[in-house]
């Protein structure tokens, strides 16, 4: 099962865990699959066009989705997926 | 009376209590400070800054600091602005002004942000300063808390310019050099946060840090006598301090400190190399900015994933400005043309600057009269490295101690 890593702002929805275990082939489908457990991940992490919303960057072992397939980025088994809050750093 | 009264989102609007925090538990949102803007609306003005000192503290009032603040400070900001005849002269730009802010006590802009950063973390307790850094805000993090007797760590990409990491290095604190682009290390920092006790200056304490940005543009403003510009160029990293600059113009007039309420065009410059935000500016959708992976000599701008792009070019749309990129060639010709007709070296970010500048000027954006505002945001021993690759020598020539060499070889 693939596993979520959940920040410090989103622990309230997941009953304080950190880390979530989710079965999924797709990331679109990991969220759909937190969001069953614990009701209110889908609506903080995706906006109303069901994208991910601009201030929410998710990592799949280390890769922005962003930057590869996004939602549709395969998952397997044993990977990470990390939720980073987006606003952070500064030029 | 404090003067701060808590963080709010901007983009839903929640409220919390002042603390080391920076993201909206609701939306992910960023928080700002909220100040008590009536009490200040008494307190500020001309004459109350003019009496303050020749530094950025003069805006004390509109910082994050309460009175009482022992602030920790090397003397920044308040620095020159001068006026670009001969540059101005090459792009048709009779009212061309320069803010010089390599003459920080670290050479860059990054000292504002820091000064407050460190002096807010400090009156909160806070004993580990620490942030991720294109360089330029890990030197002057390196020497705030070196100033302030603080326990300092800063992380930066493992490929950083040689003479930055030197910069950093001599304040002796803790350097964790990160396998990874800049991106990747601020990734790092905001998963850190949670398990360490630290004031990441960008991260957790980014309402406070970003604030001093605000001083540039005020200050640009009392040197042009209390006057708006007609625009402003600003490079554009996260877009962190372009928004804090339309801030310090909302500030400037809501406190009645300039007589005129005709907002300057805010435009941005970015590095083709890394312009996630140019390239949204650019697109039918210019509030959704996708990351990029950036490659560009302008290391202290490239971050390919800016948290405030959005706000960017939602400003620049707002106030009439432009976002504009350019090339790595355009960066190393405008390093040059500044030094040549100015004499102010920069370092690559400031050459991705006068690039746009150079840029909009010879496309025609201004008919001349303009009064026009370039900031100049780092030291070009900095990236002096960048150069040593060109053909910088042209009018070089070797002699020997002799006149008669001399006169041979040199041309008067």
Same mark, same amino acid.
């Given at each position: 099962?693939?596993?979520?890593?959940?920040? #410090? %702002?989103?622990?309230?929805?997941? #009953?304080?865990?950190?880390? *979530?275990?989710?079965?999924?082939?797709?990331?679109?489908?990991?969220?759909?699959?937190?969001?069953?457990?614990?009701?209110?991940?889908?609506?903080?992490?995706?906006?109303?066009?069901?994208?991910?919303?601009?201030?929410?960057?998710?990592?799949?072992?280390?890769?922005?989705?962003?930057?590869?397939? #996004?939602?549709?980025?395969?998952?397997?088994?044993?990977?990470?997926?990390?939720?980073? %809050?987006? *606003?952070?750093?500064?030029? | 009376?404090?003067?701060?009264?808590?963080?709010?989102?901007?983009?839903?609007?929640?409220?919390?209590?002042?603390?080391?925090?920076?993201?909206?538990?609701?939306?992910?949102?960023?928080?700002?400070?909220?100040?008590? &803007?009536?009490?200040?609306?008494?307190?500020?003005?001309?004459?109350?800054?003019?009496?303050?000192?020749?530094?950025?503290?003069?805006?004390?009032?509109?910082?994050?600091?309460?009175?009482?603040?022992?602030?920790?400070?090397?003397? &920044?900001?308040?620095? @020159?602005?001068?006026?670009?005849?001969?540059?101005?002269?090459?792009?048709?730009?009779?009212?061309?002004?320069?803010?010089?802010?390599?003459?920080? @006590?670290?050479?860059?802009?990054?000292?504002?942000?820091?000064?407050?950063?460190?002096?807010?973390?400090?009156?909160?307790?806070?004993?580990?300063?620490?942030?991720?850094?294109?360089?330029?805000?890990?030197?002057?993090?390196?020497?705030?808390?070196?100033?302030?007797?603080?326990?300092?760590?800063?992380?930066?990409?493992?490929?950083?310019?040689?003479?930055?990491?030197?910069?950093?290095?001599?304040?002796?604190?803790?350097?964790?050099?990160?396998?990874?682009?800049?991106?990747?290390?601020?990734?790092?920092?905001?998963?850190?946060?949670?398990?360490?006790?630290?004031?990441?200056?960008?991260?957790?304490?980014?309402?406070?840090?970003? &604030?001093?940005?605000?001083?540039?543009?005020?200050?640009?403003? &009392?040197?042009?006598?209390?006057?708006?510009?007609?625009?402003?160029?600003?490079?554009?990293?996260?877009?962190?301090?372009?928004?804090?600059?339309?801030?310090?113009?909302?500030?400037?007039?809501?406190?009645?400190?300039?007589?005129?309420?005709?907002?300057?065009?805010?435009?941005?410059?970015?590095?083709?190399?890394?312009?996630?935000?140019?390239?949204?500016?650019?697109?039918?959708?210019?509030?959704?900015?996708? @990351?990029?992976?950036?490659?560009?000599?302008?290391?202290?701008?490239?971050?390919?994933?800016?948290?405030?792009?959005?706000?960017?070019?939602?400003?620049?749309?707002?106030?009439?400005?432009?976002?504009?990129?350019?090339?790595?060639?355009?960066?190393?010709?405008?390093?040059?043309?500044?030094?040549?007709?100015?004499?102010?070296?920069?370092?690559?970010?400031?050459?991705?600057?006068?690039?746009?500048?150079?840029?909009?000027?010879?496309?025609?954006?201004?008919?001349?009269?303009?009064?026009?505002?370039?900031?100049?945001?780092?030291?070009?021993?900095?990236?002096?490295?960048?150069?040593?690759?060109?053909?910088?020598?042209?009018?070089?020539?070797?002699?020997? @101690?002799?006149?008669?060499?001399?006169?041979?070889?040199?041309?008067?």
């Amino acid at each position: 099962m693939a596993q979520f890593r959940i920040p #410090g %702002p989103l622990r309230r929805l997941s #009953g304080g865990e950190t880390t *979530v275990k989710v079965e999924a082939g797709d990331l679109g489908a990991a969220i759909d699959a937190l969001d069953a457990r614990y009701p209110g991940f889908r609506d903080r992490l995706l906006d109303h066009n069901g994208q991910l919303r601009q201030f929410v960057n998710v990592y799949l072992n280390d890769e922005d989705v962003r930057l590869g397939a #996004g939602l549709e980025a395969k998952v397997s088994e044993k990977d990470e997926i990390s939720i980073v %809050p987006a *606003v952070a750093g500064g030029g | 009376m404090a003067k701060l009264l808590g963080l709010r989102c901007r983009e839903c609007g929640a409220e919390y209590e002042l603390q080391a925090t920076h993201v909206c538990e609701m939306c992910f949102g960023p928080l700002d400070a909220i100040y008590d &803007e009536a009490a200040l609306r008494k307190k500020v003005s001309r004459q109350r800054i003019e009496q303050g000192p020749p530094s950025m503290w003069r805006y004390r009032d509109l910082l994050p600091v309460e009175d009482d603040t022992q602030v920790v400070t090397l003397g &920044e900001g308040f620095t @020159p602005l001068v006026r670009a005849e001969r540059l101005g002269a090459e792009l048709g730009l009779r009212n061309l002004w320069l803010k010089n802010d390599s003459m920080n @006590p670290t050479n860059s802009f990054k000292d504002r942000v820091v000064s407050v950063a460190i002096s807010w973390a400090r009156a909160n307790g806070f004993e580990t300063i620490a942030c991720a850094s294109t360089g330029n805000l890990a030197n002057a993090v390196a020497a705030y808390a070196a100033r302030a007797g603080l326990e300092c760590f800063v992380f930066i990409p493992v490929d950083l310019e040689p003479a930055k990491v030197v910069s950093i290095s001599v304040f002796d604190p803790n350097v964790v050099a990160v396998r990874g682009n800049y991106d990747e290390v601020n990734r790092l920092c905001s998963q850190l946060l949670e398990s360490t006790p630290w004031a990441f200056c960008n991260i957790n304490i980014r309402p406070f840090y970003a &604030e001093g940005s605000k001083t540039l543009t005020f200050e640009t403003v &009392e040197q042009l006598g209390w006057r708006l510009p007609d625009e402003i160029i600003i490079p554009i990293a996260s877009g962190c301090q372009f928004v804090r600059h339309r801030q310090a113009i909302r500030e400037l007039i809501d406190y009645g400190l300039v007589r005129d309420d005709r907002v300057p065009a805010l435009t941005g410059a970015q590095a083709l190399g890394c312009a996630p935000v140019y390239n949204a500016f650019k697109s039918d959708t210019p509030e959704r900015v996708l @990351p990029v992976k950036p490659d560009t000599i302008a290391r202290s701008i490239a971050i390919g994933n800016p948290s405030d792009g959005m706000y960017v070019n939602r400003i620049a749309l707002e106030t009439g400005g432009v976002v504009e990129a350019v090339t790595e060639d355009e960066i190393v010709a405008a390093m040059r043309l500044l030094a040549r007709t100015e004499g102010i070296f920069t370092e690559t970010a400031g050459g991705v600057t006068i690039g746009v500048l150079a840029k909009l000027a010879r496309a025609g954006r201004w008919k001349g009269d303009e009064v026009v505002v370039a900031y100049v945001t780092g030291h070009g021993l900095k990236t002096a490295d960048v150069l040593a690759s060109v053909d910088g020598h042209a009018r070089r020539v070797e002699i020997e @101690p002799t006149l008669k060499s001399f006169r041979e070889k040199v041309t008067i």
